[in-house]
């Protein structure tokens, strides 16, 4: 089982739309969850971290942490084409742990 | 704002060489890391280190070595290079385990083995 999982997609979103980016993780341990947009070709930059259960928003993001259930999302409001990247999820427990990525497409 | 650099965005190299590639970052953290990304791979960590001299192997370190001999520098080697290991690689940093803090990332470096 991987530590960190999410679904590859691709996951397509009309203009407008909210796009929904869910990440599963396997360690209890894990205080802190980041979520990295990474554009073909270029490195991954982040666009937001949580660390406690509940809802943070930021602008058209909105990231969600249940640790309960070990589970992220990432909820981008009024998708734009721009938004159109893979999402990565990572968490840090003792180490690092990268998802594989999701591969959002928002069509114009 | 914290910076972390690649030396080179694109490398060509040959079969057997010898090939480094030279990671900096100006924020004095002391972990860093040695990634590659290859399609519907995601990051796969080669090896890691958190502090000067000390280093860990990753998921996929066969083929690689590292240095890092100042903790600003971390450096990655191809011992003997070869045509699988063309791929995208990717530099990180961050300030220390369980800070809580995300990852630095450099802008990558697209090696080619011919």
């Known amino acids: 089982q991987k530590e960190v999982e999410q679904n590859s997609g691709p996951l397509s979103v009309p203009e407008g739309a909210i796009a929904s980016l869910n990440c599963t993780y396997s360690d209890r341990g894990s205080q802190s969850f980041f979520w990295y947009r990474q554009y073909s070709g270029k490195s991954p930059e982040l666009i937001m971290f949580i660390y406690s259960n509940g809802d943070k928003e930021d602008g058209r993001f909105t990231a969600q942490l249940n640790k309960a259930s070990q589970y992220v999302s990432l909820l981008i409001r009024d998708s734009q084409p721009s938004d159109s990247a893979t999402y990565l999820c990572s968490s840090e427990s003792y180490k690092y742990i990268f998802g594989t990525g999701t591969r959002l497409k928002v069509l114009a | 704002d914290v910076k972390v650099t690649q030396s080179s965005r694109y490398l060509v190299k040959r079969t057997g060489e010898k090939v480094f590639l030279e990671c900096v970052q100006d924020?004095?953290?002391?972990?860093m890391f040695w990634y590659r990304q290859d399609p519907g791979l995601g990051l796969r960590l080669i090896y890691f280190s958190y502090d000067v001299k000390m280093k860990e192997k990753g998921d996929i370190p066969e083929g690689y070595s590292v240095s890092r001999e100042k903790k600003e520098r971390f450096s990655l080697i191809l011992e003997s290079a070869s045509t699988n290991q063309t791929s995208m690689y990717l530099c990180a940093s961050y300030p220390y385990r369980g800070s809580n803090q995300p990852q630095h990332f450099g802008d990558g470096t697209r090696l080619s083995i011919l």
């Open positions: 924020m004095d953290h002391e972990n």
